[in-house]
């Protein structure tokens, strides 16, 4: 029984470091990510990742009054909490909209990391650690993707790309396609795979333990 133990966990385990491999390929650099996700008659903002950016000087002059966010006019931002005092600026390269809404739209119950975005620059609170998780989310109640004019209403569109400067790292605006919650079709092709292999794996096993006639 051992021996046979012994001799099914090999494909099984390789299907399991080839999977772990392919999620683990994307993850060379940090990279925030912000996710626009319609949910019920609202649009959800959720915004997830670290970043290992280095220490510029702190500006204390900043402040961001409101929780919201405004996707185009002559510029955008996305405000996670109102950030104030000593902050860490970092200047950042990319799109300069990511759409054509030109009003602020108020981001209701936000819970999470203090943080604004805009076309120049990543404002964090000047206590922000390096490699630190940073999460939230929130509700722009009563709208829809296509009201806050967004340039893409396609799941898992990526609306912009940013590079932050004197680092690796990046930013991403995207559109939620629900993939984190529900699972998607290459694991389940790799569990299938697995299954039927250690399905012939037994049945050979069994024909060669069997009595010879």
């Known amino acids: 029984m051992i021996g046979k133990t012994f001799k099914r966990l090999p494909p099984v385990s390789a299907l399991a470091l ?3 491999a392919a999620m683990n390929a994307g993850n060379a650099q940090a990279i925030l990510v912000y996710e626009f996700l319609e949910e019920g008659a609202d649009v959800r903002l959720n915004i997830s990742g670290s970043l290992t950016l280095p220490s510029p000087p702190a500006f204390d002059s900043f402040t961001s009054t409101t929780t919201s966010i405004r996707t185009g006019g002559s510029s955008f931002k996305i405000a996670a909490n109102p950030l104030g005092g000593a902050i860490r600026q970092y200047d950042i390269s990319g799109p300069a909209t990511i ?3 030109s009003s602020d739209v108020p981001l209701s119950n936000y819970i999470g990391s203090d943080l604004c975005m805009n076309r120049f620059s990543l404002n ?3 206590g922000y650690v ?3 998780s940073i999460t ?9 993707l296509n009201s806050l004019g967004l340039n893409s209403t396609t799941p898992g569109a990526l609306l912009g790309t940013w590079t932050i400067n004197d680092s690796t790292d990046s930013i991403e605006v995207r559109i939620g396609s629900g993939a984190a919650a529900v699972p998607g079709p290459l694991p389940l092709l790799g569990a299938a795979a697995a299954f039927a292999h250690s399905r012939r794996l037994r049945a050979r096993l069994r024909a060669s333990s069997s009595p010879q006639a």
């Open 18 to 20: 080839a999977a772990s």
């Open 99 to 101: 759409g054509t809404s």
């Open 130 to 132: 390096s490699g630190n």
């Open 136 to 144: 939230g989310t929130g509700l722009l109640v009563g709208q829809t």
């Open 124 to 126: 964090l609170p000047d």
